[in-house]
């Protein structure tokens, strides 16, 4: 599940990333902290911790500054995925003091939660997984646009998960994505979000040729990603699987770190750890199934754009 392709160390691969400004979403814990904790290492001018929580963010902050006092600038930016007046707050804050943004990093996300939806209706994991971050990346891309004109290796990175392999091949009926979809296991909710990254982050490379967009799998990493998870036979059997067979995050966070900054990074592609190509499904890869994806999204956060 976790094999290493590509022999990545970030102490030793990250480049120096002067000037550089980052936004991690999710950063106050597991993945997205230690993306953080390693990307400041690295002379960035600013990274950008989102998250919902302002007291766990900047308790976040203050761990990582206080094991490395030399560390770049790390600022709290308020988000709530499920939230599209919080998106579209966080992006203002962002472009209020910020001119450029070289990496964006969509670490988030939710899984195998209990029935929801978001604020819009959005079955909860879709619409977190998915929804949240299409409209963050739509909001950012006129500053994403703009860094591109100096920096070729401008970027956004989407989480994804081998779940995506596990998604129905009836994946989007666009009249349930509003709905808690109860007739669908949560393990198939989270699917479908997981190869919904897959397909939008496809679609944005294919209309955006001056960015790099690029989704993944990150391993099975020992955060706490499943905690949430719901039913009576699911959870024990995750935290089981977790404890045995997941990597910790330093490790778990290689893949998306290499994909971060390496300039080997296609755009468009998925990658398994560490930067593995081709692992995908053959759902993912669908060309009817991304445009179907992107026109259906686009039509639904067009009122905030």
Not at 41 to 62: G, Q, T, V, W
Not at 110 to 122: D, H, L, R, S, V
Request: net charge neutral; glycine share 6%; hydrophobic share 40%.
């Amino acid at each position: 599940m976790f094999g290493h392709n590509i022999n990545f160390q970030p102490d030793r691969d990250i480049p120096d990333l002067s000037g550089r400004v980052i936004i991690v979403t999710g950063g106050n814990v597991g993945l997205g902290l230690e993306s953080i904790r390693q990307f400041a290492k690295h002379n960035p001018a600013h990274i950008y911790l989102a998250a919902r929580s302002k007291e766990k963010a900047e308790a976040a902050i203050d761990q990582i500054k206080a094991s490395d006092p030399s560390s770049a600038p790390i600022s709290f930016l308020s988000l709530d995925l499920s939230s599209f007046d919080s998106i579209a707050a966080a992006a203002r804050a962002f472009n209020a003091c910020q001119s450029r943004l070289d990496i964006l990093l969509n670490n988030a996300g939710i899984m195998m939660t209990a029935e929801g939806q978001t604020k819009e209706g959005y079955e909860i994991q879709f619409g977190t997984n998915h929804m949240g971050h299409a409209l963050l990346i739509q909001l950012l891309l006129p500053v994403l646009q703009e860094t591109a004109k100096s920096n070729p290796e401008t970027r956004v990175i989407n989480l994804s998960s081998a779940s995506e392999l596990f998604a129905p091949t009836d994946i989007y009926k666009l009249d349930e994505l509003k709905t808690k979809m109860t007739h669908r296991s949560t393990q198939a909710r989270y699917s479908i979000s997981k190869i919904a990254n897959i397909h939008y982050t496809s679609a944005l490379a294919h209309r955006y040729t001056d960015i790099k967009f690029i989704s993944l799998h990150p391993g099975m990493v020992a955060t706490n990603l499943h905690h949430n998870a719901s039913g009576m036979f699911l959870k024990p059997f995750l935290n089981l699987a977790f404890s045995a067979f997941a990597a910790p995050a330093h490790r778990g966070a290689l893949n998306q770190l290499w994909a971060s900054v390496s300039p080997d990074v296609k755009t468009g592609e998925y990658y398994a750890p560490v930067g593995v190509l081709g692992k995908g499904s053959s759902l993912s890869r669908k060309r009817e199934l991304q445009d179907l994806l992107w026109n259906w999204t686009q039509d639904e956060i067009k009122g905030c754009l």
